[in-house]
């Protein structure tokens, strides 16, 4: 049932892929590609992902194949009232579409911690930490969008404080704090390493909410001394799960980085620069820096990064094959690995800069042909792989890959 979730999810990340070739007054400037990544494919991605790494941390058996079923048809419609609502200029459709896609996420919620609090094991409390406290801001976020697009603030100032508040909680909260949930075991999991005992990580996701709400209360009230409080707390949090990143990558690995591997660790990388250059701009109330600093890189840098990253291993690791064959099905998402980590990557910092003016305008449009390349090349791979991976060339990787080597050694996908 997960695997519907994330072709679902396939299918909108296409299409903010092709909304960003729209003109930018027809595709609303940023908001259409990010509503139909966010509210579509990260959600669904977000939800599939919750289930599937829950029942597995908590040894639990699968669900019933129906209510994932009906709970993926509401977040589809959903999604797609907001969208329709937002650019058809119906506040209605749009309230009724988010409070459609915050049913859903909450009955997800809901059904998640149920799996959690029915588990005997007790390994991973982090994670379950983390998935609720993003379910709670993903209810904030979704309630706040649908205040704003109804159009209750009349003010201009009140209005553009609320929507730095409803991107808080929806791209550090939402999304941020399930990627961070995730990582704790997905990371050593696709690196082949063990998971690091760390008696703080229990305390990490309270740390960092702790610091996302006071950073959204105050961008809310327009308290920029609150805001900036919650963003020293955001980055103490941060630094906790810091020391877990740490203590993965101080193991020897067997094999070398996957590109997986590659796109969590540059998200976290994107995440990392973001919580550090956000103080001095929640400082001053640079509400326009602050927005493009998100939208670049959380948005893209963390999460639709991790999103893209995390098909490469997901979707191989979730197909009824032989172990041989999924072998070979993984290795081909390594075809051009390298090239499309950097392509995205140096994309997006050229676009960040172009917006905040220390590049021209040219520079700009390149990173954008960069990064939409790169994923373009990513999200094509998440449809083709099985081909790919009958190809002679993927089967000489694989032997070359999954064979003992030293770590360093690089294998003829990645070439």
Request: charged share 10%.
């Amino acid at each position: 049932m997960t695997g519907l979730y994330h072709r679902s999810a396939q299918v909108w990340a296409a299409g903010a892929l092709l909304a960003m070739l729209l003109p930018p007054g027809v595709r609303l400037g940023w908001w259409l590609p990010l509503h139909l990544a966010l509210a579509g494919a990260v959600s669904q991605s977000i939800v599939g992902g919750q289930f599937q790494f829950s029942s597995a941390l908590a040894m639990a058996p699968p669900s019933s194949p129906v209510f994932p079923l009906v709970r993926l048809g509401v977040m589809n419609v959903g999604a797609l009232l907001i969208v329709l609502g937002r650019v058809i200029g119906s506040p209605e459709t749009l309230v009724v579409g988010a409070a459609a896609l915050g049913s859903a996420i909450l009955w997800a919620a809901v059904a998640v911690d149920g799996i959690w609090r029915r588990s005997i094991v007790r390994r991973f409390p982090a994670t379950r930490g983390f998935y609720l406290l993003a379910s709670v801001s993903m209810l904030g976020g979704a309630a706040l969008g649908a205040v704003l697009g109804g159009g209750a603030f009349q003010s201009g100032e009140a209005y553009l404080s609320h929507r730095l508040t409803h991107m808080s909680l929806n791209l550090f909260g939402w999304a941020g704090l399930t990627i961070l949930g995730t990582l704790i075991t997905f990371l050593p999991t696709v690196l082949h390493v063990r998971v690091p005992a760390a008696r703080a990580a229990a305390a990490t996701p309270a740390v960092i909410f702790c610091g996302l709400g006071l950073l959204a209360a105050g961008l809310a009230a327009g308290f920029d001394a609150l805001a900036t409080a919650g963003g020293l707390g955001f980055a103490a949090g941060l630094a906790l799960f810091g020391r877990q990143v740490f203590g993965v990558l101080r193991q020897r690995r067997p094999r070398a980085v996957p590109v997986v591997a590659r796109h969590l660790f540059a998200g976290l990388g994107w995440l990392a620069v973001v919580t550090v250059v956000q103080v001095p701009l929640l400082a001053r109330g640079d509400a326009a820096a602050l927005r493009d600093l998100w939208v670049v890189g959380i948005g893209g840098g963390l999460v639709l990064q991790a999103v893209i990253g995390s098909w490469a291993f997901l979707l191989p690791m979730s197909r009824p094959t032989t172990p041989a064959r999924k072998g070979r099905e993984l290795v081909a998402f390594e075809v051009g690995a390298r090239a499309q980590v950097l392509a995205y990557n140096a994309g997006l910092a050229l676009v960040l800069l172009a917006l905040r003016g220390f590049l021209p305008g040219q520079a700009g449009a390149a990173g954008i042909a960069l990064a939409w390349s790169a994923a373009a090349w990513a999200l094509a791979k998440t449809v083709v792989f099985p081909m790919m991976a009958r190809q002679r060339r993927v089967h000489r990787a694989a032997e070359e890959w999954w064979s003992p080597r030293d770590a360093g050694q690089r294998s003829a996908a990645e070439r």
